[in-house]
């Protein structure tokens, strides 16, 4: 089965830092760009970050610029988002999503990690 | 940086009418738009990409058009089913999503 996992979110204090995951299956994450997208609760979808399919280029929205990098391990099949300095307005559903070769469409979402920031 | 605005941001109707989503680009994306719907709980799904082609998977009812600034997913008849929120999407840009609830 096609499929994207997230884990690695939780409960943080302000100023922490938490390293999330995706696993994929059922395809080979080294063909395409991947990325980052979060939901805060009640609110609408967020782009965060992404990057390219041997990791050489990554992109950022400017909020978590410096404190948030995305890497990749196509060997392992895995996305991850390490994030430092983490602050309430971070509080979401972090969701990888498979950009769509030739295309700027996610066409593969995971189910989502939520990461509570909060003291 | 390109604005996305939905609307409306809620469409109240019944099953087996005609739903019309806008989306309207504050500057001119070619056919780059995408559509997406979301349930609670569940991540979103891609119905349309470039505009108007149907991802794997989509009834027919879904379908996608325009270009440039406006654009506009049109689901023919409603199935129970589609309620849900609908977000269209453009690069690293989303619209607020408009709420498709059961009148």
């Known amino acids: 089965e096609v499929q994207l996992v997230e884990s690695g979110g939780g409960l943080v204090q302000p100023g922490g830092s938490l390293r999330l995951s995706c696993a994929a299956s059922g395809f080979t994450l080294s063909t395409n760009w991947m990325s980052w997208v979060r939901q805060a609760p009640g609110k609408g979808l967020d782009w965060v970050a992404n990057?390219?399919?041997?990791?050489?280029?990554?992109y950022y929205v400017g909020s978590v610029k410096g404190r948030f990098t995305i890497s990749r391990d196509n060997a392992k099949n895995s996305l991850f988002l390490q994030m430092n300095s983490l602050r309430a307005e971070d509080t979401a559903v972090y969701y990888c999503?498979?950009?769509?070769?030739?295309?700027?469409?996610?066409?593969?979402w995971g189910q989502g990690t939520m990461v509570t920031v909060s003291s | 940086e390109i604005v996305l605005t939905q609307s409306p941001a809620t469409l109240s109707l019944s099953p087996g009418e005609r739903a019309t989503l806008s989306c309207r680009a504050s500057?001119?994306?070619?056919?780059?738009l995408a559509w997406y719907q979301q349930k609670p709980g569940q991540p979103p799904r891609l119905l349309i990409y470039?505009?108007?082609n149907r991802a794997t998977g989509i009834p027919a009812r879904f379908s996608g058009s325009g270009s440039g600034t406006d654009f506009t997913l049109t689901i023919s008849s409603l199935e129970p089913e589609d309620f849900a929120v609908y977000y269209c999407q453009q690069r690293k840009t989303f619209g607020q999503g408009t709420r498709l609830e059961i009148k």
């Open positions: 990057i390219k399919q041997d990791g050489s280029d990554k």
């Open positions: 500057q001119s994306i070619g056919s780059y």
């Open positions: 470039d505009a108007s």
């Open positions: 999503a498979r950009e769509r070769f030739g295309s700027d469409a996610f066409d593969l």
